[in-house]
Each structure stands twice: as C-alpha cells, then as structure tokens.
C-alpha cells in the first residue's frame, strides 16, 4: 500500500513570497490533515478535512494561509505572502476516517530566509 | 484551552534501561489518546487508547491510559539504539468534529 505523499520535500523561499504544498493521501482514506511542525515542538494541526469539507481550521492563520481538497483526495497548502516565522515542517496525513490512527507523509521542510 | 504535556522533554539511557514516558492531558470532550514514534520527519503510529486500565502490548512497548487522572504512560522495555527518536502523544477531542492536538514530544536517546 502507498503510504501518503508530498511534494516538495524542501522549500526555500524569501519573505513575502508565496509557495504551495501538495498532498496525495492513501487511496480510500476519508480524513486529511495538514500539521506544522516547528523545530523542537510537537505537530499543530492546521486544517482537518472530512471527502472535501472542512472539520477544522480553528488554527490556520486564514489572513495567509489557505488549504483546499480537489474533489476529496489530494489537497494543497498554501502560503501567501510568508513569514519568517512561518519556516516549518508541513506535515500531511491521512486517516480511513476521523476514528482511526493518522499516516504521515514525509513532510516539507520550509525556509524562510 | 485544549492541552497535552508530556515529560520528561528529553531522556538519555544506556541499552538495556526501561523507561516510562508521560503524557498528562485537559481537554474538552475526550475521545482518544494516541502514541506516534518520530524519528526523522514523519510519525508513525504505535497506539491508540479510548478505555481506562486497558494496557495495550507491541513487543517490548506498552501504554495504559487513565481517564480519572487525565494521563498516559508508554512503557519501554529492554531499550535498543533503534527506539531512540521523538515520542509524540496526541489526544483527539472537541464536538461534533473532532481534532488532534499534539503534545511537544520526549526526545528519548539510547547509549549503546
């Protein structure tokens, strides 16, 4: 079984620029989440989707950040304009549905310079 | 505010130790308590817990919740280099959707 996929899997970008993740979850797998995950701390969940609806955004930064799910499976991310602050690991993972264990993608290293 | 605190933040242990991870957690509507191990980028799964008492077993690592007192435990046995990693613990809570809220990990390190 593909476990879930992202791309890039670095990023180097200046302030004020933009830049886009992409996620493609384990075919079948209903939940998708995007986490950031800054050095030393654990994962903050940023947007849960359920097929193509939002469960939870409550900590997405909305003013910069936006996330979409084409036709309830890949997703992307979105960042617009950056912040130095926004230099993280994006995390995507997947689960069958919102009861059962998340699968994590490799995540995308982000710098903001 | 939803929370989950883990201890120690980091752990150093030479092989052979057992050490007993902590994850104490206050949040609204609690559904389940989860157990990642990460080691590089990605976590990967070890357990779930919803039910007080109940040890759940994978080889030399176990985990307990207790629902009254608000905390976990995971258990690792007979350490190994190879269980050197972050230990992440995670509860899954709220009303009608429910979502993950991540503690900031116990960075263990096993001396061979």
């Known amino acids: 079984e593909a476990g879930v996929a992202q791309s890039p899997r670095y990023k180097i970008i200046e302030k004020r620029q933009s830049v886009a993740f992409w996620c493609n979850p384990i075919?079948?797998?209903?939940?998708l989440y995007w986490y950031q995950q800054i050095l030393g701390q654990g994962p903050k969940l940023l947007i849960q989707?359920?097929?193509?609806?939002?469960?939870?955004d409550s900590q997405l930064p909305k003013d910069r950040f936006s996330a979409e799910r084409l036709k309830g499976v890949d997703s992307t991310l979105k960042i617009q304009p950056a912040k130095l602050e926004d230099s993280a690991v994006y995390l995507c993972?997947?689960?069958?549905?919102?009861?059962?264990?998340?699968?994590f993608g490799p995540g995308t290293r982000l710098t903001v310079t | 505010e939803d929370k989950v605190v883990q201890s120690p933040l980091s752990l150093v242990v030479h092989e052979g130790d057992t050490v007993t991870l902590n994850c104490s957690y206050e949040?609204?509507?609690?559904?389940?308590l989860l157990w990642y191990k990460q080691e590089k980028k990605a976590p990967t799964f070890l357990f779930m817990l919803?039910?007080?008492?109940i040890e759940k077993k994978s080889g030399r690592l176990s985990s307990i919740l207790d629902k009254k007192e608000l905390f976990s435990i995971l258990n690792i046995t007979a350490t190994q280099t190879g269980d050197s990693a972050v230990y992440l613990c995670?509860?899954?809570?709220?009303?009608?959707?429910?979502?993950?809220?991540f503690g900031a990990g116990t960075r263990l390190f096993v001396k061979a």
């Open positions: 075919s079948g797998h209903a939940t």
């Open positions: 989707f359920q097929n193509n609806g939002v469960v939870d």
């Open positions: 919803t039910s007080s008492g």
């Open positions: 949040v609204t509507n609690f559904r389940s």
């Open positions: 995670a509860v899954e809570a709220g009303t009608g959707g429910f979502k993950t809220i």
């Open positions: 993972a997947s689960s069958l549905d919102s009861t059962y264990e998340q699968y």
